[in-house]
Nanobody, 119 residues
Framework: VQLQASGGGLVEAGGSLSLSCVAR??????VGWFRQAPGKEREFVAA??????NYADSVKGRFTISRDNAKNTVYLQMNSLKPEDTAVYYC?????????????????WGQGTQVTVSS
């Protein structure tokens, strides 16, 4: 299983970015986005399976996760970005149906993509 995240960059507060994760996995897999800021633990951001989505409270209403199984891609649309959203963002996948919100719930990880939000 391979996952490749892209789309990070530098944006001003209030701006938007869209991350992509190309994941050569079965459509039944759940895919999640996590982020890790300097000096902090990796934290859950959002996840999607074929039945629904789940978001961290800190991003609800601002971020949207979606997937295009035909393109093997999961997207994270990030709007109204804040400086505290600055982190390396990782996508991850798991073979189970349930949406997990912890890092240990995911077996497969992609490399990270840096998101920096300036104030």
């Amino acid at each position: 299983v391979q996952l490749q995240a892209s789309g990070g960059g530098l944006v001003e507060a209030g701006g938007s970015l869209s991350l992509s994760c190309v994941a050569r996995i079965f459509s039944s897999y759940a895919v999640g986005w996590f982020r890790q800021a300097p000096g902090k633990e990796r934290e859950f951001v959002a996840a999607i399976n074929w039945g629904g989505t789940n978001y961290a409270d800190s991003v609800k209403g601002r971020f949207t996760i979606s997937r295009d199984n035909a393109k093997n891609t999961v997207y994270l649309q990030m709007n109204s970005l804040k400086p505290e959203d600055t982190a390396v963002y990782y996508c991850a996948a798991r073979s189970g149906f349930s949406i997990e919100t912890t890092t240990r719930g995911y077996r497969y990880w992609g490399q990270g993509t840096q998101v920096t939000v300036s104030s």
